[in-house]
């Protein structure tokens, strides 16, 4: 089954630095790959996704770009503010799209 | 903007005992999922269902979980004989179709004593 790594686990940067979150994952059939950001105390919400016809996406401050011959997929926060501060998760999802597997999580801290 | 809602917000329950997770995803999405959060850990996949039927599975729903849509718009987990390291927080979620973004609700944090 599928299996996605993430990492760093805890990245520190300050205010309007980037910061760059990286996964890989296992199954080349996997071809969605959404982004969710999580608050303390409340629910995953997406933030933005690719799918594998797609190298880059963007979206503002925020994108990601994702290389499937190399089977990893980045997200990329620009110009980051103290409301950035969360755990971020990649996850991977099949055709079919029922099973969608997440990275274990990304807690960001952003200094202000 | 439709949600995903879920009840209660908190359970505790005895070592041993049944309880029922109750969600209502949103009115349109076709696709439903459970997944299970133990605190500060990552988001784990426990089941999905379509068309009344459970699609996918992941090791940990064992023959202690099932899962019913009992009616049009309810959609509950039922975990049976409860353990300590049931405890956790559990996010029903929903899509409207297969490889397309989650919508999780809130979630029901299960205290087992």
């Known amino acids: 089954g599928e299996n996605v790594e993430q990492h760093p686990s805890t990245l520190s940067v300050q205010e309007g630095d980037s910061a760059v979150i990286k996964c890989t994952y296992s199954?080349?059939?996997?071809?969605?790959f959404p982004w969710y950001k999580q608050e303390l105390g409340k629910r995953p919400q997406l933030i933005i996704d690719?799918?594998?016809?797609?190298g880059e996406k963007k979206d503002q401050r925020i994108a990601v770009t994702l290389n499937k011959t190399a089977k990893h997929f980045s997200l990329h926060i620009t110009e980051t503010q103290p409301e950035d501060s969360a755990v971020y998760f990649c996850?991977?999802?099949?055709?079919?799209?029922?099973?969608?597997?997440f990275g274990a999580g990304t807690r960001l801290f952003v200094k202000a | 903007e439709p949600e995903v809602t879920q009840t209660p917000s908190h359970q505790v329950t005895q070592m041993g005992q049944e309880v029922i997770l109750r969600c209502v995803p949103i009115?349109?999405?076709?696709?439903f999922y459970w997944y299970r959060q133990i605190l500060g850990q990552k988001v784990e996949f426990l089941v999905s269902?379509?068309?009344?039927?459970?699609?996918?599975k992941s090791e940990i729903f064992d023959d202690q979980f099932s899962v019913e849509r009992p009616d049009g718009s309810n959609f509950t987990l039922k975990i049976r004989s409860t353990k300590l390291e049931d405890s956790a927080m559990y996010f029903c979620?929903?899509?409207?179709?297969?490889?397309?973004?989650?919508?999780f609700g809130n979630g029901t944090r299960l205290t087992v004593t």
């Open positions: 979620a929903s899509s409207d179709v297969g490889n397309s973004p989650l919508h």
């Open positions: 269902f379509y068309n009344n039927e459970i699609s996918e």
């Open positions: 996850a991977a999802s099949e055709t079919g799209g029922f099973k969608t597997i």
């Open positions: 009115s349109n999405h076709l696709y």
């Open positions: 690719i799918r594998s016809n797609v």
């Open positions: 199954d080349s059939a996997s071809n969605y």
